[in-house]
């Protein structure tokens, strides 16, 4: 079955870093991706659309400078959280979205990424 | 935004019994889908239910959808100790396919 590979699964770095998180498709192209963060005990809120090859859409709130998206090519996508700070410490979680023949299109999510920002 | 929104927030039974959780959200779906996730990782994609179903089975699980009521409910079935996890609903979104999570139901079952 398709999968979806995050890395890294987890991450801790001190204030002020940029921390990038990869999300690749590995038997799958996949023109868009999906960005969700969450906290803790808490669900998952989409932060921004990734489409190859063109901006990424971010949801209200969301500070596109803070949190870079590059969708370069059809099977990586990639957030870097930007002088990160303790309040962005949280899981992210990247989805890519796939096709499937004779059903609507399916979503595989990735393993997630702990960020904590000491 | 979120739009589902899930209850009981959370529920500990024991191993044997049935588990149900309900989901409702506010505006018009394509489909509905239930995940699972254990602690710290990803999700599991359980069970999609379009909007033109009514009901659906899935080994364990059994998913109702009521367009009319805008809920859903997730039967487990004779649960287990792995069975202990969150569950969240989702439902598409209108634009790209992205999906808007409940908040989750978190399952405890004891042996």
């Known amino acids: 079955g398709a999968v979806v590979s995050q890395h890294p699964s987890r991450v801790i770095c001190k204030s002020g870093t940029s921390v990038k998180i990869e999300c690749r498709s590995l038997?799958?192209?996949?023109?868009?991706m999906f960005w969700y963060r969450q906290f803790p005990k808490q669900s998952l809120m989409l932060m921004a659309t990734s489409n190859e090859g063109s901006k990424a859409t971010y949801e209200q709130g969301v500070e596109k400078d803070k949190f870079l998206i590059n969708h370069a090519s059809l099977t990586l996508s990639t957030l870097t959280v930007t002088s990160a700070h303790p309040e962005d410490s949280s899981f992210y979680i990247c989805s890519a979205k796939r096709f499937v023949a004779g059903t609507n299109e399916k979503l595989f999510f990735g393993s997630g990424t702990q960020l904590s920002v000491l | 935004s979120q739009q589902g929104e899930e209850d009981p927030q959370a529920l500990s039974i024991q191993e044997g019994e049935n588990a149900t959780m309900n989901c409702s959200y506010k505006t018009s779906i394509n489909n509905l889908q239930w995940y699972r996730q254990n602690s710290g990782r990803g999700l599991v994609h359980l069970i999609l239910i379009r909007s033109n179903e009514r009901e659906k089975h899935s080994g364990r699980l059994r998913v109702t959808l009521d367009t009319s009521k805008k809920s859903s409910s997730l039967l487990i079935t004779a649960s287990r100790a792995a069975d202990t996890a969150s569950y969240f609903c989702a439902t598409d979104a209108n634009s790209g396919y992205a999906l808007n999570f409940g908040k989750g139901t978190s399952l405890l079952v004891t042996p």
């Open positions: 038997d799958f192209q996949a023109t868009t």
